[in-house]
């Protein structure tokens, strides 16, 4: 079904509760384990339904947040969604404890249970109002940024629409562009220091009326860690210091010397050649057309997934001023649906959409097909491992979209992706900072993330910028408001993207066949176990980033 017919109404909560205590009623009355799957499969039907009219809800929102009939929805579902959460965890809370656990661990696999153990860690009844108000302040940041409406080149253009400018090949242009930015966050340093302090202080209450010292423990449940933890991801950011930062800092200073540059600027931070970084040919819908041919020609389950998104008009790319900023990937159940929101500004963003989040988008449609709703319920850093991987296995196709820039293009992936990884581990590094200390001043928090800088980017130069140059920096990455300890995963999964990098140069049969396996594992295994079972170190082995590193040099000297 296309994503503009499916049909939407409000969730009635109090009929959904309904349904679920009859739900837990008949659980609890089932004389087996298979009795008490058959209520299982009828909790799939149910939330599937809720989960669906919710996401249509979110998209709809999302593509105009000034559509007052979805402003209303949104805010409706920021109240809601913390108390049906409750509900479902007091449902996961009989499955866990059931006299027939075995049977049903058999059923729908270890990991589901691990993550229900979490899931109880994670929540419980008496934090709704905090939830509630937590939903409300992130939505109250998403609206101050989708609202940016800044004046430049004789157009009124939004933070996604800027972003042309920022990467721009005339060097006075992206100052220019970068100083507008900037202004725009100064002008609401403010308001953004209020909320996040709000959010901090919001999230320690948290997890001190769930008993946890501060934000870190609950964060991690929810995030799911289920089979690692803090020491695990503090001895890779170390693994990233020692290893990966020095070469990143070499990829930096090829990139300063190709464009001719005495020193490189916080401005020439996304910039990667002289004449300007490769922009993709046509118009969007070219762009998603190209994007069918090269998923039709990859393998058959990419054309079948790439044909069924494009039959049912399921990606929202264009940019638009009244359009949420960013780009993700969302599933609606009921109708086996992945959905790609993006915003396409004509630079290479556009045709990471194409890589990226279709990685996901594919990932999603072959865990959909799997009975077993469980095995949708991947954790992050694997879920990321499927999109950045498949931005490296598209990579032969890039003509399509590049022309005679592709090489340019393949060139300045791979040195992004490096850079990504320090960056994404300062972000972290930051977050653990800031929730052990919960109390620290917004002049505190921009003061440490200048110091992490220094540790993870020494290249990096703010001159005098009123907002950057004073630690500002972070307030534009929309993950550390919304989603606390999301952004190692990126750099988990991206240290095992690079391992494919690496594989499929030396066999790309044998590198696909790999990570079809790994999308089709979804959640059925834990990550540590997951990617030795499909061939990949695990970026917590000792001396892993070392070995990726020393793999990379190649194609950097």
């Known amino acids: 079904m296309k994503f503009k017919d499916m049909p939407y109404e409000r969730v009635d909560f109090t009929q959904v509760e309904k349904e679920m205590r009859e739900l837990m009623e008949e659980f609890d009355r089932a004389s087996d384990g298979e009795g008490q799957f058959k209520v299982h499969q009828k909790y799939y039907a149910l939330t599937d339904r809720v989960h669906t009219l919710m996401t249509i809800a979110h998209i709809r929102y ?33 499955l866990y404890a059931s006299p027939y656990r075995e049977y049903l661990v058999g059923k729908i696999g270890p990991v589901a249970f691990k993550n229900m153990e979490l899931s109880q860690k994670a929540m419980d009844e008496k934090l709704i109002p905090l939830m509630q108000e937590e939903n409300n302040l992130t939505t109250e940041y998403n609206k101050l940024i989708a609202g940016a409406r800044i004046e430049f080149d004789g157009q009124v253009l939004n933070l996604s629409l800027l972003r042309p400018y920022l990467v721009h090949q005339d060097r006075s242009v992206r100052a220019a562009a970068w100083k507008k930015q900037s202004e725009f966050f100064q002008e609401n340093a403010k308001k953004l220091d209020e909320i996040y302090d709000k959010l901090v202080k919001n999230r320690t209450a948290q997890a001190k009326a769930m008993g946890y010292e501060n934000y870190l423990e609950l964060g991690y449940y929810r995030m799911m860690r289920n089979c690692y933890g803090r020491e695990e991801v ?30 490189l600027s916080y401005i020439d931070g996304a910039v990667y050649f002289k004449d300007g970084n490769p922009a993709p040919l046509g118009t969007p819908e070219e762009i998603l057309a190209a994007g069918q041919k090269m998923y039709g020609e990859l393998s058959p389950e990419t054309k079948e997934f790439y044909d069924f998104m494009m039959e049912n008009e399921l990606f929202d790319v264009l940019g638009r001023k009244t359009k949420r900023a960013g780009g993700y990937m969302t599933y609606m159940p009921v109708y086996n649906s992945p ?8 630079t290479s963003g556009d045709v990471d959409v194409i890589t990226h989040e279709c990685g996901h988008a594919f990932q999603g449609y072959l865990s959909g097909q799997d009975p077993i709703r469980e095995h949708s319920d991947i954790t992050m850093e694997t879920a990321e491992i499927h999109s950045m991987s498949m931005e490296f296995f598209t990579q032969k196709w890039m003509p399509l979209f590049f022309g005679g820039r592709a090489e340019d293009y393949i060139e300045m992936h791979l040195e992004d992706s490096a850079a990504f990884i320090p960056y994404g581990c ?25 110091d992490l800088e220094k540790q993870y980017r020494p290249h990096q130069d703010y001159g005098d910028d009123a907002f950057f140059g004073k630690g500002g920096f972070w307030q534009k990455q929309q993950h550390i408001y919304n989603s606390p300890f999301y952004y190692i995963d990126y750099c988990l999964a991206q240290t095992c993207a690079l391992q494919y990098k690496v594989k499929m140069d030396e066999d790309y049969e044998g590198a696909w066949k790999s990570y079809l396996k790994l999308c089709r594992l979804s959640a059925g295994d834990f990550f540590t176990n997951m990617v030795k079972e499909v061939g990949l170190m695990s970026p917590f082995e000792p001396g892993c980033v070392k070995n990726i590193v020393d793999k990379l040099e190649k194609y950097v000297k």
């Open 62 to 94: 999302d593509v105009d947040t000034t559509d007052e009939f979805y402003d209303k929805e949104h805010e409706y579902y920021n109240e809601k969604s913390p108390i049906f959460h409750n509900l479902l965890l007091e449902y996961e809370k009989k």
């Open 234 to 263: 503090e001895a890779f950011r170390c693994q990233i210091k020692e290893s990966f930062v020095p070469f990143a800092e070499k990829l930096h200073e090829r990139r300063r010397q190709r464009l001719g540059l005495d020193s």
């Open 339 to 346: 959905f790609v929101f993006a915003n396409f500004n004509g």
């Open 426 to 450: 300062m972000v972290d590094e930051f977050q653990h900072i800031v929730y052990e200390n919960p109390d620290m001043t917004p002049a505190q928090r921009h003061a440490a993330w200048l």
